[in-house]
């Protein structure tokens, strides 16, 4: 019994930054109607800049998450308003087609550039471990929950009570009608798609802290952030933080039962599991786009 809470706490302890990885993921496929293929080499991008700002400026890599979202910020607009932006309102094919291009670009890119050596943030001193009775939580998935939550919840408010938000909803419900009352639809792609790669630029910077990273592992992170947004639904932040608990449940008792291996495939069987009993997700809203 005590090993299945474990397990459980396990899984719980990494939800929050399970629903980092999948927000901004969430937030460009619902508002641009783009499925960003990008999104797990953005991931690891962060995960990059955490490393490098830990060795070489001391920065802890939790304090650094929003400086590294700023930096993929910066790299998302740009990209969006100068290769993605000509494209926008083209069959979905196109844009999968040319983020998979680009994906492909920057995975070869930090290849060349760190090689496919798997690197870590080695915290000093580590942060060590919570006991709870005979439950074990290490310190640093607390961190990377609250922290991964924390981000979450703040582009849940910027999407519920700013203007900005209101001209991303406006322009995800109907563009034609957004331009017709004067928000400038362009820039507001830009800036939804800048805020889902802050979103991943952030969550990288959080996995470093506590997974190893490197290109290779940026298809297992867009795989994760495909079946949490299959399981919370597309179009609803507290859909992604539901999915991203259930993610983090299910590949723990799934390494239990089956082994660490095969985790990822029990997630993915879950995926076409909701798929065909319910496409919407959990949460999801009825004729999102």
Excluded at 207 to 233: E, N, Q, R, T
Aim: include cysteine; proline fraction near 4%; charged fraction near 10%.
């Amino acid at each position: 019994m005590m090993l299945w809470v474990q397990v459980l706490v396990n899984g719980l302890a990494l939800g929050g930054l399970y629903a980092c990885i999948a927000a901004g993921f969430s937030l460009i496929w619902g508002v641009l109607n783009i499925i960003n293929i990008l999104h797990g080499s953005l991931i690891v991008l962060g995960g990059y800049l955490a490393f490098f700002a830990h060795q070489y400026f001391g920065i802890n890599p939790f304090l650094f998450a929003p400086i590294a979202g700023a930096i993929t910020f910066v790299f998302g607009y740009v990209l969006q308003r100068t290769m993605i932006n000509p494209v926008m309102g083209r069959p979905v094919l196109i844009t999968l087609v040319l983020t998979f291009g680009l994906n492909l670009f920057l995975d070869n890119a930090m290849l060349a550039a760190f090689s496919a050596d798997y690197r870590k943030v080695n915290l000093q001193p580590p942060l060590g471990i919570i006991e709870l009775g005979n439950i074990i939580v290490p310190v640093d998935r607390i961190y990377a929950t609250a922290v991964g939550l924390a981000l979450v919840g703040g582009l849940w408010l910027l999407l519920r009570f700013t203007q900005l938000g209101r001209a991303i909803v406006a322009v995800r419900m109907d563009r034609d009608a957004a331009a017709l009352m004067g928000i400038d639809v362009k820039w507001t792609y830009a800036i939804a798609f800048g805020l889902g790669t802050f979103m991943a630029g952030s969550a990288g910077s959080l996995l470093a802290a506590i997974f190893p990273i490197s290109p290779v592992s940026s298809s297992g992170y867009l795989g994760k952030a495909f079946v949490i947004c299959v399981l919370g639904g597309l179009g609803s932040i507290p859909g992604v933080v539901a999915g991203g608990f259930m993610l983090g449940v299910v590949e723990s008792f799934g390494a239990l039962a089956f082994g660490p291996e095969n985790a990822l495939t029990i997630s993915f069987l879950l995926l076409l599991v909701l798929l065909v009993a319910r496409p919407t997700g959990l949460f999801g809203r009825k004729g999102f786009n």
